[in-house]
């Protein structure tokens, strides 16, 4: 047994046996330890590559009866008229020995499931985890948006054989629209890593410009994309601020397309250079030989990138693909902009990763982790005996725990009555809307109070009670935006009124109440949408669009 199918393995096994209340209740496992252990793997996988929280990671789960091969399944934000879709299918082995191959049967099975799940005129059957994922997708397919898939297959042994790949390949796929991903134990070690320091030489091509900043220096030149490619084969995703789910696959994205388009094009190979916007390096040091007069080798200590991670993945992935001698490759480089600080220089450090990553809000939460409004937001709430996580953290949550992520979502959802964008919207809650969410006047007691709403409602979504309707699935925000409005009337307070001298009555009257709020919020709900679609039966498909659009809100009398 290697010793990475050995961690993965501990890891597995703790897993299925601290959530099995969770398996018994989403997945009907009961008594059956290796389907334990094959669905705490699929979740080891797609939290550790979706970078999700352990309630994310345990949403996306469908193993079980009638699941279409698919063990887990993940759906992005829409952006740009399109969302991403991360299918997962998991083989785990009982025995050890991490030499069985990714079987041809769940290539096959994967394939089936992409040629119908994303076909709205497909009729087939799921279990009740995945059909709403399904018509979720269905849905926004139906409204126009354009699905890309990416099929993740992951085992604890090795990647599939040429067999499983002539399936593959058979299905012909699009190639701008369906890529495919394979996982095992060995990437799970390097992804699950501290980050650690990456020390290395960059062998720069042509001149450079070295200067002296105050007490920081900075290195603009070129590099070789050949260079980059050998850069990331040494040290992966260790130099990525963040993991793989930044880089989104050279099919399923497409700026990474344009990008490795040039690399494979003879004749545009020398325009590489003006054709991209460049990588941002920091480095606790970097030492050169300034006698030289170009061709520099630059001794860095502590690389990271913090910006052209995507092109740097992709320059990997499509070097890979090509010869070593292709024609024209040498002239390939890529504007490199290095930038020495010091070991204390956090916040200079997280406003630079933010001013070049503000095209990309997926990353903006943590960008915006120091931000004044975050850090009061911190202390008021830790003054009413919560600790509010305004960084992206691994260690586990405990229930007095509210991450800046969950907080927006439930601010923008109940108390400002936009609960269809804090439910799709989540790529602007730190961006577009970051304002409207964390106004100023955004108190501690305001925000924990939308968040025990918030989690009640997510609560029943996740464990519907006996008979409970279908929209349950797809409107908890519209139900905690509602809980709110009932419960600030019970206080016979204004929104505006209610901080840290009322916030012991508000939890008071919520615990006393959660359950009649929950039943008039889907009283209200239920009659809201027999008004809208005059008491016709609304299938599963329309009611995902019906609370992603937010028509409900005119209904629902909830002032805008």
């Not at 099995?20 to 009961?30: G, Q, V, W």
């Not at 309707?469 to 307070?493: K, N």
Request: proline letters at 3%; hydrophobic letters at 40%; aromatic letters at 8%.
């Amino acid at each position: 047994m290697s010793i990475n199918i050995g961690i993965i393995d501990s890891r597995v096994r703790k897993l299925a046996g601290d959530l099995a209340p969770e398996f018994e209740t989403r997945l009907n496992i009961k008594n059956d330890e290796p389907k334990k252990q094959s669905a705490a793997f699929v979740y080891l996988v797609a939290k550790t590559l979706l970078d999700l929280s352990e309630p994310e990671a345990l949403d996306v789960l469908t193993e079980g009866g009638a699941d279409f091969g698919i063990d887990a399944m993940h759906v992005g934000d829409v952006e740009d008229g399109e969302f991403l879709v991360t299918l997962f299918q998991g083989k785990y082995k009982q025995n050890q020995e991490g030499a069985s191959a990714f079987p041809q049967g769940g290539a096959e099975k994967m394939v089936q499931a992409i040629k119908y799940l994303f076909d709205p005129r497909a009729t087939i059957t799921t279990n009740a985890q995945l059909t709403k994922r399904v018509e979720d997708v269905r849905s926004l397919v139906g409204d126009g948006y354009i699905p890309r898939v990416r099929a993740v297959l992951c085992n604890n042994g090795i990647k599939w054989d040429v067999r499983a790949q002539e399936v593959i390949d058979a299905a012909k796929f699009p190639h701008d629209q369906v890529t495919w991903m394979y996982v095992n134990h060995d990437e799970l070690v390097l992804l699950m890593q501290a980050a650690k320091q990456v020390d290395d030489t960059l062998r720069l091509a042509g001149k450079a410009i070295v200067e002296d900043l105050d007490f920081y220096r900075v290195l603009i030149g070129k590099i070789p994309v050949a260079e980059v490619a050998a850069l990331f084969a040494r040290h992966g995703d260790l130099l990525l601020e963040r993991n793989v789910r930044r880089f989104l696959g050279l099919q399923s994205n497409r700026v990474n397309q344009r990008i490795a388009s040039t690399l494979i094009t003879p004749i545009e190979r020398g325009n590489f250079y003006f054709y991209n916007n460049g990588i941002t390096l920091l480095c606790r040091k970097f030492t050169h030989n300034a006698l030289q007069a170009d061709n520099f080798q630059v001794r860095v200590e502590g690389l990271q990138v913090i910006n052209g991670g995507q092109t740097c993945k992709t320059i990997e992935h499509t070097m890979a693909t090509l010869a070593a001698a292709e024609p024209g490759i040498e002239k390939a480089f890529v504007l490199v902009r290095l930038y020495q600080l010091p070991s204390d220089a956090g916040d200079l450090v997280r406003n630079i990763t933010y001013a070049t990553n503000s095209q990309n809000p997926v990353d903006l939460r943590d960008l915006r982790s120091n931000d004044i409004r975050q850090r009061n937001l911190e202390a008021a709430v830790a003054d009413l005996g919560y600790q509010y996580r305004r960084h992206r953290s691994d260690t586990a949550f405990k229930t007095t725990d509210i991450s800046s992520a969950t907080a927006a979502e439930a601010v923008l959802s109940v108390w400002r009555h936009r609960p269809q964008q804090g439910k799709f919207q989540g790529r602007e809650h730190f961006d577009k809307l970051y304002d409207m969410i964390f106004s100023d006047d955004l108190n501690g007691a305001q925000v924990v109070i939308a968040t025990l709403l918030f989690r009640i409602a997510e609560n029943k979504r996740r464990r519907p009670p006996a008979g409970a309707p279908d929209f349950v699935a797809y409107g908890s925000c519209f139900l905690a935006m509602l809980m709110g409005q009932y419960l600030l009337s019970d206080l016979g307070l204004t929104l505006a009124q209610l901080n840290h001298t009322k916030f012991v009555d508000a939890k008071a009257k919520l615990e006393q109440n959660e359950e009649a709020y929950f039943k008039k919020a889907t009283d209200a709900v239920d009659a809201a949408l027999k008004k809208l679609y005059g008491g016709q039966t609304v299938s599963l498909q329309r009611l995902a669009a019906t609370f992603r659009r937010g028509d409900l809100i005119q209904e629902l009398g909830v002032p805008a």
